[in-house]
């Protein structure tokens, strides 16, 4: 037996033997290299990530209700002991996810198609879930067994060595999204803490069934909550049977749904992209509320980012980087850019961009597969200073350069009333005053032909369903 084996396995069984705990759901013993500490430490590094990358959605009344009911859960949890906090993102997309620790997110896309307090509440609780029974927590503990793997591997196998951060890095994907089994319990655990603070359970199938309705309707990519959230079998049956039980042992006989409180708290909530935090039209980016614009290259794929935007060329060998510096002028920033990126100038200069004062900067950052030429622009404007990145590889670098400079030279303030004052779609709520389908309804509030389907997956009912009068409805009205 070889010394580096023989080392190896010592590690191995050691961190088998003495890094298991006890699950707070089940009871079982399982492998847990985090402790609860290090489940809240990583949930509060993580947090500033997740609000930079989605943002948060500015609504105080909002917040506030999806943080009571979320601590209510959370207090009758598994893991009462945890500081839960609750977020709603400013994202347009239709996901919940957690992070170990007690942290919660639901995005604005989710909250426009769910229907009522108990499915809101069954949504929630499932997430909650996922940190009583310490799924992502698993997950870690796995992928790094995995990654001790992979060095053992690396120990042995000079051939192998040279795949090995690939590995891992695949490693780091394989447990990213929770499996059937994790969800399984999410959901039954997402039942069991709604009915203790008195909801219907069994509404939580509703948000289940639009998923469902949207996957086959749009027969394309998975919406966002499957995609990481896989759906197990029997979905609807096995929570509509646990809510049941769990009602029955709770003597819950008239338990809550709150359709009305819920649409109430939803209305007016932005439905969609939000153009007031950018948007791209004939070829130029427009930015509203930051009160700027610049060009976009043709065929180049635009992506924005709460705290960047991305342009990528579409032979994918290029991309322009835009965001709001941190310094209080064009020098400082090209200073700080130059230090953090380890980056060789060969050319900085002071420039003027459409009547404002700028930095322009060329240099070397070195890359993992060489080094990557960069054009930046460090441009000022009142008490802002706005950074451009233009990133190839050296020997592509002279093919997109004149692409960079159009859009950098192309930045100016943006003066358009049309532009400025643009709108964001909105949900609102409609009562209807008459019995009638949900189509002669939607027909009814101005809804067009062609978003019929839309506006029905929205409300979580068929076009042939028959609604009585004094039914409340969610309808999207188009902003200016």
């Not at 009758?76 to 993102?89: A, D, G, N, T």
Request: proline share 5%; aromatic share 8%.
């Amino acid at each position: 037996m070889k010394p580096a084996f023989t080392c190896f396995c010592i590690v191995a069984v050691a961190l088998i033997l003495f890094s298991c705990a006890t699950n707070p759901v089940t009871g079982r013993m399982e492998l847990m290299l985090l402790s609860e500490q290090d489940e809240i430490a990583m949930g509060r590094s993580t947090d500033p990530q997740v609000v930079q990358t989605y943002g948060i959605y500015e609504n105080r009344e909002l917040a506030a209700y999806i943080r009571d009911l979320g601590r209510r859960m959370g207090g009758i949890s598994h893991r009462p002991q945890l500081s839960y906090e609750f977020k709603v993102m400013d994202s347009p997309v239709i996901n919940a996810f957690a992070v170990p620790g007690g942290y919660v997110y639901l995005t604005r896309g989710i909250l426009a198609y769910l229907n009522s307090e108990a499915e809101l509440a069954g949504v929630m609780g499932h997430e909650i879930g996922h940190i009583t029974a310490r799924h992502s927590a698993q997950q870690y503990s796995k992928a790094q067994v995995a990654q001790l793997g992979l060095g053992f591997g690396s120990l042995v196998s000079p051939t192998f060595a040279r795949f090995a951060d690939l590995a891992a890095q695949g490693v780091g994907v394989l447990f990213l999204k929770f499996s059937r089994d994790n969800e399984r319990e999410a959901d039954s655990l997402g039942v069991e803490y709604s009915s203790k603070i008195g909801y219907d359970a069994r509404e939580m199938t509703n948000f289940f069934n639009t998923l469902n309705n949207m996957q086959e309707n749009k027969q394309a990519s998975l919406p966002d909550f499957l995609s990481t959230h896989p759906n197990p079998e029997n979905r609807i049956g096995a929570i509509t049977a646990s809510a049941r039980q769990w009602q029955s042992q709770l003597n819950l006989t008239n338990p809550k749904i709150n359709r009305s409180a819920y649409l109430a708290k939803i209305d007016g909530l932005v439905f969609g992209d939000d153009p007031r935090q950018g948007f791209v039209e004939n070829g130029r980016f427009y930015h509203p509320q930051l009160q700027f614009m610049f060009p976009v290259p043709a065929g180049w794929k635009l992506q924005n980012l709460p705290a960047q935007v991305q342009i990528i060329s579409g032979d994918e060998q290029a991309v322009i980087l835009f965001n709001l510096g941190s310094e209080t002028t064009p020098g400082a920033e090209a200073r700080k850019f130059l230090k953090e990126s380890g980056a060789t100038t060969y050319t900085q200069k002071e420039a003027s961009v459409n009547g404002l004062k700028a930095v322009m900067l060329l240099s070397n950052v070195p890359g993992q597969s060489g080094a990557l030429s960069v054009l930046s622009y460090f441009i000022s404007r009142d008490a802002s200073i706005f950074v451009f990145h233009g990133l190839a590889a050296q020997g592509n670098f002279d093919a997109h350069r004149n692409e960079f400079r159009k859009t950098m030279d192309g930045f100016q303030t943006l003066r358009d009333p049309d532009k400025l004052a643009v709108q964001p779609d909105r949900i609102r709520i409609r009562t209807i005053g008459r019995r009638m389908t949900l189509r002669q309804a939607l027909l009814e509030l101005g809804t067009p032909e062609t978003e019929l389907k839309k506006l029905a997956l929205i409300n979580g009912r068929a076009l042939t369903e028959e609604l009585p009068a004094g039914s409340q409805l969610k309808v999207v009205v188009k902003g200016r």
